[in-house]
């Protein structure tokens, strides 16, 4: 049985650090994402045709909400369980009463709640710039908590394997922000020669953004059905990695 008692404790500690640095942890995320509106949205938008029948200045929309939401995700759960294992905090946690499954609900569920308030900052801040309709909310809904939970379990991994603050930035800023800049965030694939075409169908972002925009616009550059496969696969991929994890104890406890 779950302690739920442990999981708000964790989960209300967290969501009490956020919110001490909301400058930081939302304010400045929104501002830079505001950023791309001004350069992509006005300056490069006015000279692109429309895509899919969708304005380039709202094309670019849920991509950006991706990379936000994406990289905050994995920022926010790697920092969090890291600075137990900086301070030796951690020893603690792992001796007390409580349950794998306590420690990821209560670390990710927050780091996922942080992703998902700022990528609905970045929602309604896009309005100010683009005109916008969602064309299936619910399944927008839907679709960002559960990449805003798969992320938070990916960064919870990261979190675990860095042996110092510097190894938390490697994967956000050299392999999941190129991933999401080349993996259609900016652009329809469709748009691209059939060599490249095919070349990024072998990056896993393409399938999250493309789902994402589908709930948006209702079109897509791979079926919906292959997309939420792939998000289902990452995300059951890191929960079983966790639960190695804590199982034989890697990068735990020494």
């Known amino acids: 049985m779950i302690n739920m008692q442990a999981v708000r404790a964790i989960y209300a500690f967290e969501m009490a ?15 830079s994402t505001s950023l791309y509106f001004v350069v ?5 938008g006015g000279s692109i045709e429309r895509i899919d029948g969708v304005s380039y ?7 950006l909400i991706m990379l936000t939401v994406m990289t905050q995700s994995i920022s926010n759960a790697s920092f969090a369980i890291h600075f137990p294992k900086f301070l030796g905090s951690i020893y603690e946690l792992l001796s007390a009463p409580v349950g794998v499954t306590e420690v990821v609900l209560g670390y990710v569920g927050a780091a996922a709640t ?9 929602l309604a801040t896009s309005t100010l ?3 916008l309709e969602v064309a299936h909310p619910v399944a927008m809904a839907v679709l960002l908590v559960i990449i805003c939970f798969a992320f938070s379990l990916f960064g919870f991994i990261i979190g675990i394997w860095a042996q110092n603050f510097e190894q938390l930035q490697i994967v956000p800023l050299l392999i999941i922000t190129p991933l999401v800049f080349l ?4 652009y329809s694939i469709s748009m691209l020669p059939p060599v490249w075409q095919a070349v990024s169908l072998f990056n896993p972002v393409v399938y999250l953004i493309s789902a994402f925009r589908w709930s948006f616009f209702g079109a897509a550059d791979v079926p919906i059905g292959l997309s939420v496969a792939a998000i ?6 890191c929960i079983a990695a966790i639960w190695w994890i804590f199982k034989t104890g890697w990068r735990l406890k020494t």
């Not at 992509?40 to 490069?44: C, K, Q």
């Not at 200045?57 to 991509?63: A, K, L, N, R, Y």
């Open 17 to 31: 650090r956020a919110f001490r640095t909301a400058m930081q942890s939302l304010i400045s995320p929104v501002l």
């Open 40 to 44: 992509f949205g006005a300056a490069i």
């Open 57 to 63: 200045g709202s094309f670019i929309v849920p991509g």
């Open 114 to 122: 942080k992703s998902l308030i700022i990528g609905l900052i970045i």
């Open 129 to 131: 710039f683009v005109p």
């Open 183 to 186: 993996g259609g965030s900016f």
């Open 232 to 237: 289902a696969a990452f995300t059951a991929l």
